[in-house]
């Protein structure tokens, strides 16, 4: 693919992440991807003959792997619980910086897809469990020094994820930093 075709693809799947984060998978329309991308309807089914599903499944995945990179940045695995605690403070704040700045419409990149769809289309739950299923896998590398790393993981990604949901409802920081001050407690 040249580049040319690589840059639609690309704002195809911006458009999509932005629609789909605010608007939800169910309130998200192709021609509204068409037209935030301004790319041609054929681009669209050129570089995702799945349709819908194909393009949001990627999306998913594309955010998913931005997110997953700050999060597996290289860790020492001895760190301090202290060195643990502030990084996941530090991850809560980025996503509640987002969030803010969206006029709290963007929180997690996967979860309006996972609650919408998870239940009812395979293949976007797929997509949803495979990031989720690398966001745990890098806390655990880096709790990894832990004999509950496998439990604090999933408990972390849990209380992340669940601020978010409780910052974007009250349009409030203060979710975030209450489970910014819990985790301080759950690592030490």
């Given at each position: 693919?040249?580049?040319?075709?690589?840059?639609?693809r690309?704002?195809?799947?911006d458009?999509?992440?932005?629609?789909?984060e605010?608007?939800?998978?169910f309130?998200t329309?192709?021609?509204?991807v068409?037209?935030?991308?301004?790319?041609?309807?054929g681009?669209?089914y050129?570089?995702?003959?799945g349709?819908?599903?194909?393009?949001?499944?990627?999306?998913?995945r594309?955010?998913?792997?931005?997110?997953?990179?700050a999060?597996?940045?290289?860790?020492d695995t001895?760190?301090?619980?202290?060195?643990?605690a502030?990084?996941?403070?530090?991850?809560?704040?980025?996503?509640?910086?987002?969030l803010?700045?969206?006029?709290?419409?963007?929180?997690?990149?996967?979860?309006t897809?996972?609650?919408?769809?998870?239940?009812?289309?395979?293949?976007?739950?797929?997509a949803?469990?495979?990031?989720?299923?690398?966001?745990?896998?890098?806390?655990?590398?880096?709790?990894?020094?832990?004999?509950?790393?496998?439990?604090?993981?999933?408990t972390?990604?849990a209380?992340?994820?669940?601020a978010?949901?409780?910052?974007?409802a009250?349009?409030?920081?203060?979710?975030?930093?209450?489970v910014?001050?819990?985790?301080?407690t759950?690592?030490g």
């Amino acid at each position: 693919m040249g580049q040319k075709g690589a840059e639609t693809r690309d704002r195809l799947l911006d458009a999509t992440q932005e629609l789909v984060e605010t608007a939800g998978y169910f309130g998200t329309g192709l021609n509204q991807v068409i037209a935030v991308s301004g790319a041609p309807r054929g681009s669209l089914y050129f570089h995702f003959p799945g349709g819908k599903d194909q393009l949001v499944g990627e999306s998913v995945r594309r955010a998913g792997r931005a997110i997953g990179d700050a999060l597996g940045e290289p860790a020492d695995t001895d760190a301090p619980p202290e060195e643990l605690a502030e990084f996941v403070e530090g991850v809560l704040r980025h996503l509640g910086d987002r969030l803010a700045e969206s006029g709290w419409r963007k929180g997690c990149p996967v979860a309006t897809v996972a609650l919408e769809t998870a239940a009812v289309n395979d293949p976007l739950q797929e997509a949803c469990s495979e990031v989720y299923s690398s966001w745990e896998a890098a806390l655990r590398a880096r709790l990894a020094s832990r004999p509950d790393a496998d439990d604090l993981a999933v408990t972390v990604l849990a209380l992340v994820e669940g601020a978010l949901l409780l910052a974007r409802a009250h349009r409030s920081r203060d979710p975030l930093e209450r489970v910014a001050r819990r985790i301080h407690t759950l690592l030490g």
